[in-house]
Each structure stands twice: as C-alpha cells, then as structure tokens.
C-alpha cells in the first residue's frame, strides 16, 4: 500500500496525539489535534490504513505545510 504523508494545515502546536505506531485507522478518523490561537484543528486520515510513523510529539510546534504523520 502506498505512504501518504499528513501536513499541518496550520502553523500551532500539537496539542493531543490519539494513535500510536502501528495502530489500524479508518477514514477520517482523528489522528492528533493541533492548536492554533486557541482552536483545536484535528489532522484527519484521508483513507482507511496503519500508522506507519508519527513525525511529532505532544507539545511540539508545527509550521504550515509540515509534515506530522505517515500512514499506509
């Protein structure tokens, strides 16, 4: 199955991450929530399949267009 890489659509913080590595997800499941000047954003899975990698921490800063999860 192919890699997809999941941006930040915002620059902020994460706030809460809700899967591990290897954890099973389904299509728009909640994969970590961003804040960003007080919002929570979610980052979504656009499509059923495994965390692969996760490319940041709980309290880490994210730019705009950053990469934060891998899933296939």
Known sequence: ????????????????????????????????????MKMEIPVTAPRAGTVLQLLVNEGDSVAEGQDVVVIE
């Open 1 to 36: 199955m192919p890699q997809t890489r999941l941006p930040s659509e915002v620059t902020g913080t994460v706030w809460k991450i809700e899967v591990r590595e290897g954890d099973a997800v389904t299509e728009e499941q909640t994969l970590l929530v961003l804040e960003s």
